[in-house]
Structure formats: structure tokens, C-alpha cells
């Protein structure tokens, strides 16, 4: 139990569904990111959020929005996505002061047919 | 971005071996950090690093920041079965401008332990 929430864990969608993946952190972070985990690849930064505004979007397609309500809440929603889309997407949060640490989620794992 | 290499890309082991991993990388880095993902699960943080040279342990673990401040190493010694996973190596990016939040991560090194 990281204190990072993610759901759902399995996700499987056609490509003209919407869709949204919920993360929830229990830890009293400030920053909240979004992560994408694909076979043989580094993890890649998708989006950033600093005290709930985002601070980084990494030239990713816009059919990822993302969303922070609150500073406990990240949202990540899907929609008109590819089968290339498929992967495992992280959420993970940490104090902004503390340089790299890191505490992820379990993940929800995307399927798009 | 900037690119970590790591070696091994994958390790077979016996339980009882020691094993090593390394992290390079072409450009300085000011912070070297290891995490693990267990299979189905997300990375977590084992060590991390903040001085070159520094050598740091967490249990059977040791990990130490090379003195050119351009590699890291990761030792697990008298491996055990729940040992098998991923390794990353990662650091801030250093062409990001001093931003603590955006990270670059090696590919992984997937270890095996054989029972």
C-alpha cells in the first residue's frame, strides 16, 4: 500500500469510447503526474500537476485531458484513442521539495481494440 | 530528453547469488535514484542519492553514485525469490532547468531469481 490509489486496474475500450482513469493520493503530496509504461520503453512523463495546476504537458496527444479538482484527485480522460494507446498508465504523487521521490499507484492497465 | 542506459537488460540468478546493475548516462546528473515494480504493481522508491560518491544501503541493497556523477550502481547480495522484478534507475532531467519534478528513467534491468 503505497497511499496512491489507482482505478480502475484493467481497462478495455473501443477506439470511440470515453473513458476516464481515477487516481487518489492519501499522502498530503502537492504534485500528482500522470505516467505512461509501454513494453521496452522508459516510463514517459505525460502530465504534471504543482499545487493542482499543470505545470507540464509533454506534447501528448490531445485525446488525453487530464484533470486535478484538488490536490488528492488526478483524472485522466480518454477518448477516440488508437491500439498504440495501449499501456500501463501510472499515477504517482510526491512533495514538490523532494527531488525525484516518487510514490506510484498500482497502475490501470489499457487495452484499446 | 536525456537518455539513461542500463545494464544488464535482463539477469537469471540463482537465490543465493549477488547481483549488480549499472546506470549511465552522457550528460551530469545531481541525483541518482532506484526504484523497484514488482510484477502487476507500480515502481517503488529503494535508494536514493545526492552526493557523487555517496554509497548508500537499504538492507541487502547498496547503491552508490559514481564519482563523475554520470553512472550509478545497484547491488543486491544473497538474492531471494521476492528480489524478482524491474530495476530503474532515474533522475531529474538535466535539461529540464533545475525542475525536481520531471524525471528521466532507464528501460529497466528485469531480474529472475531461480529458487
Known amino acids: 500500500e503505497t497511499g496512491v490509489t489507482q482505478t480502475p486496474r484493467h481497462l478495455v475500450m473501443g477506439m470511440t469510447n470515453k473513458k476516464s482513469l481515477k487516481c487518489e493520493q492519501h499522502l498530503g503530496h502537492n504534485a500528482m503526474y500522470w505516467y505512461k509504461q509501454s513494453a521496452k520503453k522508459p516510463l514517459e512523463l505525460m502530465f504534471v500537476y504543482s499545487l493542482e495546476e499543470r505545470v507540464e504537458n509533454n506534447s501528448v496527444p490531445s485525446r488525453f485531458s487530464p484533470e486535478c479538482p484538488n490536490s488528492s484527485h488526478l483524472f485522466l480522460h480518454l477518448h477516440t484513442l488508437q491500439p498504440e494507446d495501449s499501456a500501463l498508465y501510472l499515477c504517482?504523487?510526491?512533495?514538490?521539495?523532494?527531488?525525484?521521490?516518487?510514490?506510484f499507484g498500482e497502475g490501470s492497465r489499457l487495452t484499446v481494440l | 530528453g536525456q537518455q539513461l542506459n542500463q545494464s544488464p537488460q535482463s539477469m537469471f540468478i540463482q537465490e543465493g547469488e549477488d547481483v549488480s546493475m549499472n546506470c549511465t548516462s552522457s550528460s551530469i546528473f545531481n541525483t541518482w535514484l532506484w526504484y523497484k515494480q514488482d510484477p502487476g504493481e507500480g515502481p517503488v522508491l529503494l535508494i536514493a542519492?545526492?552526493?557523487?560518491?555517496e554509497l548508500t544501503s537499504n538492507g541487502r541493497l547498496t547503491a552508490q553514485f559514481g564519482i563523475t556523477r554520470k553512472d550509478s550502481f545497484l547491488n543486491i547480495s544473497a538474492s531471494i525469490p521476492s528480489d524478482v522484478g524491474i530495476y530503474f534507475c532515474a533522475g531529474p532531467d538535466p535539461n529540464s532547468g533545475g525542475s525536481n519534478y520531471k524525471l528521466t528513467f532507464g528501460k529497466g534491468t528485469l531480474l529472475t531469481v531461480n529458487p
Open positions: 504517482a504523487s510526491s512533495r514538490l521539495q523532494d527531488t525525484g521521490e516518487l510514490f
Open positions: 542519492l545526492y552526493k557523487a560518491g
